[in-house]
């Protein structure tokens, strides 16, 4: 059987015996005025009837005594209760509703102080267990604001007849009428108050309801407090945690490889993007040591880690090209950086790595593709506005063959013959290029391109001379280098016309080119001049005669073509 119960077991059997003893008194009174012997002397009669009144006092008292044994019981109770949860909303709940029973209050108020240091009504409840609506919130500021400021109780029994609460406006518009506040503090400094009321009935709240409540809210203050941190820290824990999981996230997206390792050059963590590199899954990678995962680039990165760890240096910028099984020979761009603790104690090291194998191989690609398009116009362009299919436009076409060839051919090695073919490539295209021209492609010794395509040109025409001149200059420089018997010429050919140019061929394989007759006149153009000659058509001419000198040739007759093709010869820029 627990204490309480025992306890309140007790009183009632005291209370049945004050009772029992009462109603045997009664009895002998009774007894005593109907038969009133004369041998019972008369101050028997008087310790009788003296004995009804001090009995019921005694009752009294037990009562009284039993009463503050319950609000003893009760406090120690609540103190269990509002200090068994961390809860906040459910530690000012209970703390309410307690003292509503306790002080048989008709309302209470919890008011807590918040950032501002303002009061704000944390919880509200009747004596039926409610919460208040905000439009009940009828309650005397003045009395809240003193207990909260001074930090001392107050008890009123009458606030309509209290002289410390005349005139003030809430106490006479709410007609209120019995009120207890006291201060809930923690640490010597007020943060908050409990308030109750009662709007009816007057002197409802004795010293005792007082004294209670003061005991009570200084156990329930802690208890609020103890809430508050741990809502406190949970928020905190909560926001630590979404952190970390965003940072895990980042961490986890990052486009670049991150390792970290400790002292000891061991894993600790690896993202997806490190573990993609050195192609092995990352769960295999942590916990592994470094010589483990990266073979092949730990002799390369020995010294520099030691310089990390040892002397707190930064390292950046550092290229490798390791081997790996499963990949072969990769680029890799490498960072390194000490990894510190909250005391910036270097505990290990952090290494960012870059796969540069694909951009690498971009950029062969790249200057492969400059070979044949102006880097100029590469810039300009926009692979999607290039589709499938031919759109007509005005191009200038510049057809360069090398004459003279295929006796070369007869007489030489082929490894040497592409050496000296690519030396004569390489002047034309430079020739075409620096002009912002697109070289097509190369036909054997033959070098075709255009101008005006993709990117509009309005000088396009004069380019294309310009180009041609600069190939005539280009080879009698290429000649200082070379024996005489390998010293040849370029016979070039313009035409000014309309084409169709586009993307022709798959989705796997397509060629940017062009295609038309007017394709075909340059290219005729240029079957018939001799070696070292530049020879444009009448179009041509109709674009640029102010811009150059030239001299005009015989007609040729072109294969496919009715009528003979007027041409001339270029000399010079004017």
Known sequence: MDTKSSESKAFHSLDQQIEHSLTIIGQIQQYFLQKRPAVVPISIYEAINQLEPSIALIRREAMSLDDERRSLQALAQIGQVVNSSLDLDVVLQIVMDT???????ERGFLMLRNEQKELVIRVARN???ESIEPGEFAVSRTIIYRVANDGTPVLTTNAQEDPRFTGQESVVAHNLRSILC???IVKKESIGVIYADNRIRSGLFTQKELELLVAFANQAAVAIDNARLFASVRRTLAEVTELKNFMDNVFSSMASG???ADIEERVMLCNRAAAAILGRAARDLVGSDLNEIIPSLRPFLEPYLRRVIDNDQQILGLEAHPSFPERGQID??????????VRQVTQGVAIVMEDLTEKKKLEGQRRLFERMVSPAVIDQLDPDSIKMGGQRAEITIIFADIRGFTGLSERLQPEELVSVLNRYMAAAADAVLNEEGTVDKFLGDAVMAWFNAPIRQPDHTLRAVRAGIAIRDATRRLHKDLPHDLQLMFGV??????????MVGTEKRLDYTAIGDSVNTSRRIQENALPGQILVSQDVVNKIANAVQIKPVEPILAKGKRDPIPVFEVLSLI
């Open 258 to 260: 991150v390792i970290t």
């Open 182 to 184: 006291v201060p809930l």
């Open 493 to 502: 050919g313009i035409h000014t016309g309309i084409a169709v140019l586009g």
């Open 127 to 129: 004596w039926e267990q």
């Open 99 to 105: 003292i509503i029973r306790l002080t048989k209050a």
């Open 332 to 341: 890799l761009s490498l960072s390194l950086a000490p990894l510190k603790d």
